[in-house]
């Protein structure tokens, strides 16, 4: 779908802060934070040791493009904030087979 096309352009947004794509990959979830209306925010653990929460965005329930625009509004202004009252940013991963968008933050 055109949707889901449009998905690559986030797909693997990794930023420089000691955070590999491998890492962000074979991360495993550890608790529940949360429920929202497009998924679940999850502690979790990377393969480097680090804590994080990563959003698991449930594709299939974004159903329009304006959810679509807001989902990369927030992925973009994310990138760009860095300020220490922030939470950091990490990078973002697709999971095809789950159609799911992880994306990833510092836990706090």
Request: proline fraction near 3%.
């Amino acid at each position: 779908t055109s949707l889901g096309a449009s998905l690559n352009s986030v797909t693997f947004s990794i930023t420089s802060r000691g955070v590999t794509k491998e890492d962000l990959q074979n991360y495993k979830p550890m608790n529940l934070l949360g429920r929202g209306s497009f998924g679940s925010a999850y502690e979790a653990i990377l393969p480097n040791g680090r804590m994080v929460c990563v959003k698991v965005i449930e594709l299939t329930s974004i159903s329009d493009n304006s959810a679509l625009a807001a989902l990369y509004n927030e992925i973009a202004l994310m990138q760009r904030l860095q300020h220490p009252n922030i939470v950091e940013y990490f990078g973002c991963t697709r999971n095809e087979v789950k159609d799911t968008l992880n994306i990833f933050m510092e836990y706090i």
